[in-house]
């Protein structure tokens, strides 16, 4: 059988000889790194791709159809001769540097008790929510080649695929180096245990270290259904039974939990070709048994037996199968969903296992724990390309993308302000409008939804948290009192006020590089259309420049003050002495 073939194939690359590991360090199956990131696990090659999140789970209808055609094709387009494995990472930091991070220091500027009060809020958001836990997202490849220049070029060539596919989800994808990789590796073995030194893989070769001396836990040990590192317990799990249509959410419902945990889905493609002489193999052996059965009706003189149910059914699912490979552009892949969960007490790992349990149950699948190969699961789900539980699963295109990997985008910026919470996972949003290519922003709302709410705890965060000078034009007279809260000076504009806006003033550094001139005609011009209309200063437009020239010019220099006597036409004084007046204040704009 082809597809058998192709599978003992694999399965033949990946396996290894056992041998019992004498030390932490013997337990982890890398055996060689390089500094682009591309390391050694048995006889194959693998390097890992981080990709970011998307907002997958809040889009519409529409949205998510095309979502998930394009992560579709992403699948498609993997290599037959590689295995892929995608992963999503819970990895829990540090709560109190986050609290840190996020709160604003005090100042000696008479503003501290707004400060307390808005840090006051910032902690009451940060409670229940997930925000002590990142979330990241990885794809590993990994393929056996001879040496390590066919493995760089292989990998070269498939990660500028994947990252093409990747950006048409308006996900980014990079690749990891060697030090970023290892630590996804010591993040998960040491928690939040601090690094006593960076990791340099030069220093470390220089003197001889082990690379895995960095990232290897202090002890390892291995039960029946679970494994301990150091002081923390863990345990890995396996979907064992799958639902006959699954939802979308599931795998962001499984990792929707505030532990560190970590959720991989091996993907094995099977050639086309191969795939389709399987599937027809398969349909023929099926219509065979059928005829068999019928004949055997018929030689007891049954004519009006009807085909069993399980017989009808297999035959129509495998004609189901060989029409999606052939006429609606699916592959065959090989599947398998691990994932493994850490916790500070053998209780609440307990516990958390069987909510993990229940959340699987209530998609109709089955999550099962792995009985003495807790080992060998927690080299499958980690991220270095191998595959050591043999509970594959065959999946066509569609049914592996439904285990997609996105949820919702998480914007964390570091320096930035709050500006409220995400609608899917509930974890906070804090941007710095600064960092963006275009920081311009805009509010949309009906009358009462809060656009002048949102603008002043705007205002507020920046006036408490940065130095930056803050301009606003208040035509309904909103923000007075915000103003003066935060000490700022206000400057009233209106008919009955002391303060004018004259809009013919000008002085010599008027205007950028330009004439200085042309450009304040330019903006009169314009001022003058919209108060008597286009058409009127159409027909003046020539006497209007000559006026502005004339009143200019004499405000700088005396070249032009006995000019409109040379010219004296009645329509032109009046303009010139309007110009000329207002020039001086005396017709100011209110």
Known sequence: MPIIKTLVKATKLEKEKFTIPKSVQDAIPIQRIWPDGIFQVGSRFSKTFSFTDINYQIAGKEDKTAMFLDYSELLNALDSGA?????????????????????????????????????????????????????DRYITITVAKRNIDEARTYFSRVGTDLITHLSQLSSIGRELDAGTRLQVFRDFFKGNEPAAFAFDLKEQMKKGHNFKDWLCPDSMEFQKDHFRLNDRWGRVLYLQGYASYIKDSMIAELCDMDRSLMLSIDILPVPTDEAVREIQNKLLGVETNAANWQRKQNAANNFSA????????????????????TNRDQRMMFGLVTMVHLADTKEQLDSDTETILTTARKHLCQMSVL????????????????????????????????????????????????????????????????????????????????????????????????????????????????????????????????????????????GDERNPLIEKSEFILSLFEQLVGAGGVVKSNMVYTLCKHMVYMLSITNEHKNELEMRAKPEWKVHFLCFASAKRGSFSIR
Not at 99 to 105: A, G, I, M, W, Y
Not at 308 to 322: A, F, H, N, V
């Open 83 to 135: 295995s892929a494995k995608i992963t999503i990472n819970n990895r829990k930091i540090n709560k109190a540097e986050f609290e840190k991070s996020l709160l604003l220091p005090m100042k000696e500027d008479g503003l501290n008790h707004f400060r307390k009060e808005y840090n006051e809020m910032l902690l009451s958001k940060v409670t229940g929510t997930n925000n002590s836990v990142v979330q």
């Open 306 to 325: 009807v085909l069993p149910y399980d017989m009808e059914q297999q035959r129509k699912e495998t004609k189901e199968m060989l029409d999606d490979l």
């Open 371 to 510: 009985r003495w190969q807790q080992k060998d699961g927690l080299d499958t789900v980690l991220p270095y390309g191998l595959r050591r539980i043999q509970a594959i699963r065959t999946l066509t295109t569609e049914s592996t993308a439904v285990l997609i990997p996105f949820r919702a985008q998480e914007i964390m910026q570091t320096g930035g302000i709050y500006y409220g919470q995400n609608a899917v996972s509930k974890n906070m949003i804090v941007a710095d409008r600064r960092k963006l290519l275009n920081g311009n922003s805009f509010r949309l709302g009906v009358s009462g939804s809060g656009k002048s709410f949102s603008a002043k705890e705007e205002i507020v965060s920046i006036a408490l948290s940065t130095n930056d000078d803050i301009l606003i034009l208040d035509p309904e007279s909103e923000f007075g009192f915000l103003v003066e809260a935060l000490g700022g000076e206000i400057i009233r504009i209106s008919a009955a006020s002391n303060t004018h806006l004259n809009a013919l003033d000008m002085d010599k550094a008027y």
